[in-house]
C-alpha cells in the first residue's frame, strides 16, 4: 500500500509448461535485465495505511534498496506486474517476507515449470499473512530504513543508511 515515486514497468514472463526453448529464457532474462534498469539502487517510497504500524507509520518515507539481498523476516516492498493490479489498486505493497527467496529474481521465469509458487508476507496492523504467486511479481526490494521530509518537501536519507547500503 505504497506510492512510488515511479510506475512499475510493465513486463510479464513468459508461461510454458515443458523445457523452453533458448529463445524464451533469453527473453526471460532481457525482461529481468529491463526491471533492474528501472529501479535506481536507492529510492524512496511513502506508505499510505497503517498496516506496518508502529515499525512504519502512515506517511513517513521508507528508503529502499533494489540490489539488498531479501530473506525471512525482512520488510521489502512487492512491485506487481501492472497487469495484476486492479482498478485502483496499489501496484506496491510494503510488508515483512516470511521466508527466504533462495536467490530467485524477478519477474520469476516459470519457463520449463507449471508450479506456481507463492511469496509469502504478513504485515502488523491488524496481523495477517499474504500470499501473493511469483508470476504477479515485477520486483521485490528490501526496505533499509525511513527517511526525512525536508523543509522543501523532499524526501531525504540519512547518510548512514545510503552509505550502508
Not at 527473453?27 to 524512496?44: D, F, G, K, T
Not at 531479501?70 to 493490479?85: N, W
Not at 495477517?128 to 531525504?156: L, M, N, W
Request: charged fraction near 20%.
Amino acid at each position: 500500500m505504497s506510492t512510488p515515486a515511479h510506475r512499475s514497468p510493465a513486463l510479464s514472463a513468459p508461461i510454458a509448461s515443458q523445457e523452453a526453448p533458448a529463445d524464451l529464457r533469453e527473453a526471460a532474462e532481457a525482461q529481468r535485465a529491463l526491471v533492474r534498469a528501472a529501479y535506481p539502487e536507492i529510492y524512496a517510497v511513502v506508505p499510505r495505511g497503517d498496516c506496518m504500524s508502529p515499525l512504519y507509520e502512515d506517511g513517513v518515507p521508507i528508503i529502499v534498496s533494489s540490489t539488498a539481498v531479501c530473506g525471512a523476516g525482512d520488510v521489502v516492498i512487492v512491485h506487481m506486474k501492472p497487469e495484476f493490479v486492479k482498478p485502483g489498486g496499489f501496484e506496491a505493497i510494503v510488508k515483512r517476507l516470511t521466508h527466504d527467496l533462495y536467490g530467485t529474481t524477478f519477474p520469476w521465469d516459470p519457463t520449463g515449470s507449471d508450479v506456481i509458487i507463492p511469496v509469502t508476507l504478513e504485515q502488523l496492523n491488524p496481523p495477517r499473512r499474504h500470499y501473493i504467486p511469483y508470476d504477479r511479481i515485477a520486483a521485490i526490494h528490501k526496505v533499509i530504513g525511513k527517511g526525512e521530509h525536508s523543509s522543501d518537501g523532499q524526501v531525504t536519507a540519512p547518510r548512514s543508511l545510503v552509505e550502508a547500503a
